[in-house]
């Protein structure tokens, strides 16, 4: 007898478990008159950790898929643009050491590599300025779109910045009253494995017995299903990303019509960083650091400092980091999506974009019946540590490329051991060959396209060789992509309103509706 999959358990709220449901439930909601279910049991008692404000610009595909208003996420969960992020004294540790990873992509990116262009021309402009008009356009703190731009479009690529706490109950609501989900409050007491292995049932205080084909563990850190019940193992990767602890703090602004930075603020210190996000009510800031290289009242110390005087008796909470993932994401009838799942320090926003690949994929490879599923974990697996595994190797690209010697964080950061193999790799061929449209990147979901990689490289001062003949074919080409990139920033530096005043005004009037 064939068993179908059709009762999803989602275990857990926050972004990773309403996300989840949102895009399972908007995915299969066709299947729903034939009894397929997507439920969500969280605690009433669980709060939100809602360490992370940053998002990617896959969100803004993903809640228009599950038919979500974008004026409505504006207005009701506190958000912001966000078009990149600048990193400042990551390099030298100078006042001046500062570079941006915008979303833009490069001019005729897929047409052209300006990379050995630009680093043959011994200009004095910054790569980013010389192939995108997004840094420009963050100096100058304008957003990236018009209250005339529709829904979803953009003038220049963004994504979001947004307060946790506001997001996770805005998604339960849409979810619930428009996609079908059912919500229950209860706490899970145990979890009820079948003589197979597999999980049966979950056993709750206040509905008693849930029982599922499919369960998504999303209970945080614990993980509660895929870790304890189902006892995989977790895989540190403290040896590679060494921030273990983190300081936020809210800061409000000293006027209301103070500017809103439209890109993240990640500002290295002495042994970690500290980022910086604006919303329309406040600036979510927080120093991220590792507890083997600094103490935590030091931490403090260099926190309060970049605040100033008006982070001074603002209270601060500290949270505990464990970089790293479990061994495996899904194993028998289980899968974990986000904290869960695992985490890794917030440098470059990873935690929200893996929820929602990892929900992407489950929604569309949905096994039929349980005896496809273990092919489909596997599937999910592979794709999964993949995903892992580049990510980790795009924040530590961060610090090997680093020059700073002053603080044993810095020295260690550029140790060979602590440098993953493949990033090794990719290091030795950089030096010969620049990253580009598909060099070495085999996945089409890269979470971090190959200018990303370019963005960070040559901000920080990465040099590749670069042979003259290998140019002759592309100067004309190159020189007009520049060109382009010029005009085309000075066009949008005086089109685009001020971050604020649009925010403003889709808080007031609303985006027009796609």
């Known amino acids: ?27 299969h909601r066709s299947r729903m008159a034939a009894g397929f279910t997507v439920t969500l049991v969280e ?21 228009a898929k599950i038919g979500v208003s974008e004026t409505d996420f504006f207005r009701e969960c506190d958000a912001a643009f966000k078009q990149g992020a600048r990193f400042a004294r990551w390099t030298t540790g100078a006042e001046d050491d500062a570079y941006y990873h915008p979303l833009m992509l490069p001019q005729g990116f897929h047409q052209l590599n300006l990379v050995p262009h630009w680093l043959s021309d011994s200009g004095a402009r910054s790569f980013c300025d010389t192939v995108t008009p997004q840094g420009r356009i963050c100096d100058d703190g304008l957003a990236p779109k018009t209250i005339a731009t529709p829904e979803y479009d953009a003038v220049a690529n963004y994504a979001y910045h947004l307060d946790a706490g506001k997001f996770a109950p805005f998604l339960q609501r849409h979810c619930c009253e428009k996609l079908g989900v059912r919500h229950v409050l209860a706490d ?20 008693g017995e849930i029982e599922g084909d499919l369960f998504v563990d999303c209970t945080g850190f ?31 602004y000293e006027h209301e019509d103070s500017p809103i930075a439209s890109h993240t603020i990640s500002t290295a210190q002495s042994a970690g960083w500290i980022w910086d996000i604006g919303l329309p009510t406040r600036r979510g800031t927080g120093h991220v650091f590792s507890s083997s290289h600094i103490s935590d009242d030091a931490a403090e110390r260099e926190l309060r400092a970049y605040l100033g005087p008006a982070g001074k008796d603002l209270d601060v909470r500290k949270i505990k980091i464990r970089s790293g993932h479990r061994e495996t994401f899904w194993k028998r009838n289980c899968v974990a999506v986000g904290l869960a799942a695992g985490f890794l320090e917030p440098l470059e926003a990873s935690a929200i974009v893996l929820i929602e690949l990892s929900a992407k994929l489950i929604a569309e490879q949905m096994p039929r019946c349980r005896e496809v599923m273990d092919v489909v974990a596997s599937r999910f697996n592979a794709t999964t540590h993949y995903r892992w595994g580049r990510i980790i190797d795009f924040l530590k690209l961060h610090y090997v490329l680093t020059k700073r010697t002053d603080s044993a964080f810095w020295r260690d950061n550029v140790l060979p051991e602590t440098i993953p193999a493949r990033l090794q790799e990719l290091m030795l061929l950089w030096k010969y060959q620049s990253p580009w449209f598909h060099d070495e990147f085999d996945r089409v979901e890269e979470v971090f396209p190959p200018a990303s990689y370019q963005y960070v490289l040559y901000g920080m001062g990465f040099r590749t060789e670069v042979e003259p003949e290998a140019l002759a074919g592309d100067v004309r080409l190159a020189e007009r992509a520049m060109r382009e990139n010029a005009a085309q920033t000075e066009r949008l530096r005086a089109g685009l309103p001020r971050h604020r005043d649009l925010i403003r005004k889709i808080q007031e009037h609303g985006l027009q509706p796609v």
């Open 1 to 27: 007898m064939m068993r179908p999959v059709k009762n999803i358990v989602i275990v857990g709220g926050g972004t990773a478990g309403w996300l989840t449901a949102g895009v399972i439930a908007a995915r």
């Open 43 to 63: 605690s009433p008692n669980t709060p939100i950790i809602g360490v992370g404000e940053g998002t990617w610009p896959t969100l803004r595909t993903t809640l």
């Open 188 to 207: 899970v007491r145990q979890v009820l494995l079948a003589e197979d292995g597999d999980i049966r049932a979950i056993g709750t205080e206040q509905a």
């Open 222 to 252: 614990r993980s509660l299903l895929l870790g304890e019940a189902l006892g995989v193992p977790f895989r540190d990767c403290g040896d590679v990303l060494f921030c273990d602890t983190a300081l936020a703090v809210q800061i409000p």
